[in-house]
Structures are given as structure tokens and as C-alpha cells.
């Protein structure tokens, strides 16, 4: 089963930077997609960047185009989520995943993105930017 474990969260200024880590228990290439999601209490989880193996394709959300960025070093198996520019509403519980099998990252949406149990989850690390 995939472990996942968060770091990188903490309190920062708008206007600064962050990078958010995620150690794998598997080697990450075997993953067929993984991403970070985040979520505030009274809003739906949202998707902020994910990467597709195969491809080597990565994806942001609309909120977060041009300030962050993902990338794995796959020598580590480790995820990162580079946050710049970081503004108040960034502020989240930031979590990362991995999708269970290829079927799960797949589907129309993605299954991954819909369902939560279509995914490895870590526990989270917490992000909170003051204005």
C-alpha cells in the first residue's frame, strides 16, 4: 500500500513562497498520477496541480496557473509543490495523492479527482498565509 507524508506547510506572508514535499513509500514512476489537493472547512476539495507518468503531463488549477508548480525527483520519490506568490486564499489544508491504478486516473472527470478512495491520501500539512 502507498504511504504518503506531507511537509513544507507553515505560516508565511502574501507575497511569499513555500515549497510543499511529499515522500513516497513507492517508487513514484510506478504511480500512474499523483497531485496536491487542497481544502478549507465549508468548501469542496479542490485539485491545485497533479502530474500524469506516463506523459509526463501536469496540470494546475485555474486559481493557482503561473504561481505554482509540481514536480517529482523520482531518485527521492518525492513529490513537491513549489508555491510563489502566495495570497490569503491559498490558505488550506494542502494534501497530497496518488492515484490508486491507471483506471483510477483516468474517466471522464478523472476518477481520482471524484472520488477520494480512488486515491492514496497523506495526512496533510497545513498552510496559512496572512495578508
Known amino acids: 500500500q502507498v504511504q504518503l507524508m506531507e511537509s513544507g506547510g507553515g505560516s508565511v506572508q502574501a507575497g511569499g513562497a513555500l515549497r510543499l514535499s511529499c515522500a513516497v513509500s513507492?517508487?513514484?514512476?510506478?504511480?500512474?498520477?499523483m497531485g496536491w489537493f487542497r481544502q478549507v472547512p465549508g468548501k469542496e476539495r479542490e485539485n491545485v496541480a497533479r502530474?500524469?507518468?506516463?506523459?509526463?503531463?501536469?496540470y494546475y488549477g485555474d486559481a493557482v496557473k503561473g504561481r505554482f508548480t509540481i514536480s517529482r525527483d523520482i531518485a527521492k520519490n518525492t513529490l513537491y509543490l513549489q508555491m510563489n506568490s502566495l495570497k490569503f486564499e491559498d490558505s488550506a489544508m494542502y494534501y497530497c495523492?496518488?492515484?490508486?491504478?491507471?483506471?483510477?486516473?483516468?474517466?471522464?472527470?478523472?476518477?481520482?479527482?471524484?472520488?477520494?478512495?480512488?486515491?492514496?491520501w497523506g495526512q496533510g500539512t497545513q498552510v496559512t498565509v496572512s495578508s
Open positions: 495523492a496518488a492515484g490508486r491504478s491507471p483506471v483510477a486516473c483516468g474517466g471522464k472527470p478523472p476518477q481520482w479527482l471524484a472520488d477520494p478512495k480512488s486515491a492514496y
Open positions: 513507492e517508487y513514484i514512476n510506478s504511480i500512474a498520477c
Open positions: 502530474v500524469y507518468t506516463n506523459s509526463g503531463a501536469t
